[in-house]
């Protein structure tokens, strides 16, 4: 299984940005998925990857968040836009599907109004 890890978390005030890395051995060979977790919620999907860089977004998300790779860093890139008090959340990096065993301490975003 591949280790991944999240970086580039932060308070930051609405309407700001944000661009998140997940970075791990292997991660070129993966199809990789950002997830996020807001407080009292269940984790959702956010945006994935394939190995080829072919994206996909939650339908309510698209437009706001983009999903980039980096081959030479071996990095998977979230870059959130127009950011909202809702976003704040704990978000992941995992394979796509996700693998039960590869979820990470993830990275904390904080929007504030």
């Known amino acids: 299984q591949v280790q991944l890890v999240e970086s580039g978390g932060g308070l930051v005030q609405a309407g700001g940005s944000m661009r998140l890395s997940c970075a791990g051995s292997?991660?070129?060979?993966?199809?990789i998925g950002w997830y996020r977790q807001a407080p009292g919620k269940q984790r959702e999907f956010v945006a994935r990857t394939s190995i080829t860089g072919v994206t996909s977004y939650q339908n309510s998300l698209r437009g706001r968040f983009t999903i980039t790779r980096d081959y030479d860093k071996n990095t998977v890139y979230l870059q959130i836009d127009s950011l909202k008090p809702e976003d704040t959340a704990v978000y992941y990096c995992?394979?796509?599907?996700?693998?039960?065993?590869?979820w990470g301490q993830g990275t904390q975003v904080t929007v504030s109004s």
């Open positions: 995992n394979t796509w599907p996700p693998n039960t065993n590869s």
């Open positions: 292997g991660i070129n060979n993966r199809a």
